[in-house]
């Protein structure tokens, strides 16, 4: 089995993920989409079973799309045509899914979602959830566009800023908001390289590594089932 990682800033990796996929049996490999140079694969959506799309600056808002992102969206239109594909999206990522899904993607009204924040459990009994005997799980927030929920698509998570934070789509597509796949050192980075975005709202950064492990257990938990579906 193959994977294919699309990264669309350098340092949002795919964070728990990747050990993930390789324990899973697959074969990871990475496309780096602000590596102008390199095309993606025609045919990349018939190659590789799993496509895990990642964070990013990128905007793909209704009307006013970052053009970069466009054979990326139409990748993920590509893969959702095909029955057998499994598709994850991360914040940027799940965006472009939401918005290959006929959903709307703009700026959320109230501004930024940063740093951490519990998200509520929709369905504490969806498949995705099992193993978690809780009724929220820890996210890592840092966004400022959001996404509805497309037509026919199963809402999860939800925050008290923006409800829509994760929902699936025929149990084989399924898109985050927020972030559960960071590790550490990736939010040790994250804190430096997107320090000014950052000082627009007031972000709960406190306890990193007790809330980041807390994240990493569930997050693990999650994938882990999406990855056995």
């Known amino acids: 089995m193959r994977a294919l990682v699309i990264?669309?800033?350098?340092?949002?990796?795919?964070?728990?993920?990747?050990p993930l996929l390789r324990e899973k049996g697959y074969r990871v490999s990475y496309h780096n989409a602000y590596d102008t140079r390199v095309s993606l694969m025609p045919e990349a959506h018939i190659t590789f079973p799993l496509i895990l799309l990642l964070g990013g600056p990128n905007s793909i808002q209704?009307?006013?799309?970052?053009?970069?992102?466009?054979?990326?969206?139409?990748?993920?239109?590509?893969?959702l045509a095909v029955r057998s594909s499994k598709i994850i999206g991360i914040c940027l990522g799940g965006q472009i899914i939401s918005r290959a899904l006929g959903a709307e993607?703009?700026?959320?009204?109230?501004?930024?979602?940063?740093?951490?924040a519990p998200m509520k459990i929709i369905d504490?009994?969806?498949?995705?959830?099992r193993?978690?005997?809780?009724?929220?799980l820890m996210g890592f927030h840092l966004h400022e566009d959001v996404f509805s929920i497309p037509p026919g698509a199963k809402h999860l998570l939800s925050t008290d800023m923006y409800p829509n934070q994760m929902y699936s789509y025929e149990n084989r597509v399924f898109a985050f908001q927020a972030?559960?796949?960071?590790?550490?050192?990736?939010?040790?980075?994250?804190?430096?390289?997107?320090?000014e975005f950052l000082k627009q709202g007031k972000p709960d950064l406190d306890h990193l590594e007790e809330k980041q492990k807390q994240m990493e257990e569930s997050g693990k938990i999650i994938f882990r089932n999406i990855l056995n579906l």
């Open 7 to 18: 990264r669309f800033i350098d340092c949002e990796g795919p964070g728990i993920i990747e």
């Open 62 to 79: 209704n009307n006013g799309e970052d053009p970069l992102l466009l054979p990326y969206l139409q990748l993920v239109k590509n893969a």
């Open 105 to 116: 993607v703009k700026k959320g009204d109230k501004g930024p979602e940063l740093g951490f």
């Open 124 to 129: 504490t009994q969806d498949e995705v959830f």
């Open 131 to 136: 193993g978690i005997n809780s009724n929220e």
């Open 179 to 195: 972030h559960i796949e960071a590790t550490l050192p990736m939010l040790g980075v994250w804190k430096e390289v997107h320090k």
